[in-house]
């Protein structure tokens, strides 16, 4: 097994959000890549510049932060060539490896629109190593830049940030120097390919918490009609837990709930209300240990949201 350690880089609209392509808001022009063995020592790399087609011309943040040009990127390799290319030299056992979780992202939803999606079957484990520092280094919800990462562990600054070579090659130390306990309780889940049916949908347990992410629903209100989506389960012992705070939104994306169970207390749920390309819906829920006085915090914010209705109801 290889750890493919990646950074993309890519370009939006140079004329604004209005005049985007909606299946593809931002195109991959630079795609970086280091290959790390199974005790995570570097055995080889990956480049390759992509010639942007849907937009040819740069956004001026775009040129700000990546340092290229409309003429250098006007020879890079066509994306589906690029991806296959990439792919190939990755491997098949590969397990992917991003600063965050918008690379992997962007890199399915790139393959999507250029009809090459087939080639990586998703939903997809990796290691989001953001968040392994986070997990490491400070906290659960601390999220660093790279640069942060890089200067927090003391390590060289010899090569350029916003490159996409480089931000592998800076990403990659860091997963180096993560602790295996926390790697091997942390991986996380990219579902932009989502679980289509009821039998596809995950459910994973973690190291103090639980993911679900379901199948696709027609609308909001088909998922949180169905039962498995709003019931809440003790993360530690997976039995059913009774209630406190039943499920409230706060906006038209998350939920929210606390539940207690007998033996092991408090635990706090979220939903986030996820839609697809093609306009269906499906859930990614969150069962969390808790304690009472996060509990009295979320029974606040849902007393604070009520009163906001009723005020907006009333005029």
Known sequence: MDYIVFDLEWNQCPEGKDREVPLLPFEI????????????????????????????????????????????????????????????????????????????????????????????????????????????YETTK??????????????????????????????????????????????????????????????AIYNGYSKFISREFSNKEEALADKEVTVVQCCRCEKLARKKIRWFSVNAKNYYCVAFCPEHGYVKGKIRMKKTDEGRFFVVKTIKVSSEIEAEEVKKRKEAVVIRRRAKKNG
Request: proline content about 2%; charged content about 25%; glycine content about 4%.
């Open 29 to 136: 022009i630079e795609i970086g890549a280091i290959k790390l063995n199974s005790e995570r020592k570097i055995t080889d790399k990956f480049h390759c510049m992509v010639k942007p087609v849907v937009y040819p011309k740069l956004h001026f943040r775009t040129k700000e932060i990546v340092k290229k040009t409309e003429e250098e990127l006007a020879h890079g390799a066509v994306f589906s060539d690029a991806v296959k290319k990439f792919l190939k030299w990755a491997g098949s056992a590969a397990v992917f490896c991003t600063w965050g979780a918008s690379d992997l992202t962007e890199l399915q939803r790139n393959m999507k629109y250029y009809g090459v999606l087939n080639l990586l079957k998703g939903p997809l484990h990796f290691y989001d190593v953001q968040k392994l520092f986070a997990v490491n």
């Open 142 to 203: 601390t999220r660093r830049s790279l640069e942060y990462g890089i200067d927090y562990l003391q390590l060289d600054k010899e090569k350029d940030f916003h490159q996409a070579l480089s931000d592998a090659y800076y990403t990659a130390e860091i997963f180096q120097m993560i602790n295996w306990d926390v790697v091997y309780a942390y991986d996380s889940i990219d579902a932009y390919q989502n679980p289509k049916t009821k039998i596809e949908e995950i459910h």
